[in-house]
């Protein structure tokens, strides 16, 4: 397997980028960013400097992925996605002079594996969003979304429940939930969903 950089893509020679990914045109990744294998970062997606990445992830077409956001293993960043790293954003300090680097504290946004951020979302920095959660499109995530979360609207609040095949799950009572196209059990507890044990 090979690395595939597009000729217009800017990739700073310090990131690392894993076997079989695939950067796109116009992209640009920072240096320091790691990408895991077989990650794709589609047209004019940007990852800022230090961000990492694992396995099999997908940043769609100008997704913005600032630093020092974390991405586990297989988590998919919709496209026009944008991941803050601001609390409290200003180009000028009190005094009208521009501000630098260090003049702020960057704060990060982290999806856990298998998360799924949709299409337009703003996942406003710091936030964990967990493992195989789900935003939808448009949303604006501002405090943590539960595992398996099925997250919607402004600001984004749980709708639902998904599985890892991303399908809104069946109750069928008594907190057992079931995945219409895996047959996965889960169960529900005091907020929060895990994986029924065979």
Request: glycine share 14%; aromatic share 6%.
């Amino acid at each position: 397997m090979t690395v595939r950089i597009a000729p217009s893509a800017d990739v700073s020679p310090q990131a690392s980028i894993g076997d079989g990914s695939a950067i796109w045109h116009l992209a640009q990744v920072r240096e320091g960013a790691v990408l895991g294998g077989n990650c794709i970062v589609g047209r004019g997606a940007y990852v800022g400097t230090g961000v990492v990445m694992g396995d099999n992830c997908k940043l769609q077409n100008y997704a913005l992925v600032y630093e020092p956001a974390r991405l586990g293993h297989g988590v998919f960043v919709g496209p026009a996605v944008c991941f803050t790293n601001d609390h409290f954003p200003r180009s000028v300090t009190p005094d009208g002079q521009l501000k630098r680097g260090d003049d702020w504290e960057a704060v990060g946004v982290t999806c856990l594996d298998g998360a799924s951020i949709g299409a337009r979302s703003v996942c406003v920095a710091p936030v964990t969003i967990g493992r195989w959660a789900l935003v939808a499109a448009g949303s604006v995530v501002v405090k943590d979304v539960p595992d398996f979360a099925l997250v919607a609207g402004v600001p984004a609040r749980r709708i639902g429940w998904v599985g890892r095949a991303g399908v809104p799950l069946t109750d069928t009572g008594d907190g057992r939930w079931i995945c219409p196209e895996t047959g996965a059990a889960y169960m529900e507890h005091d907020g929060t969903l895990t994986e029924a044990t065979p």
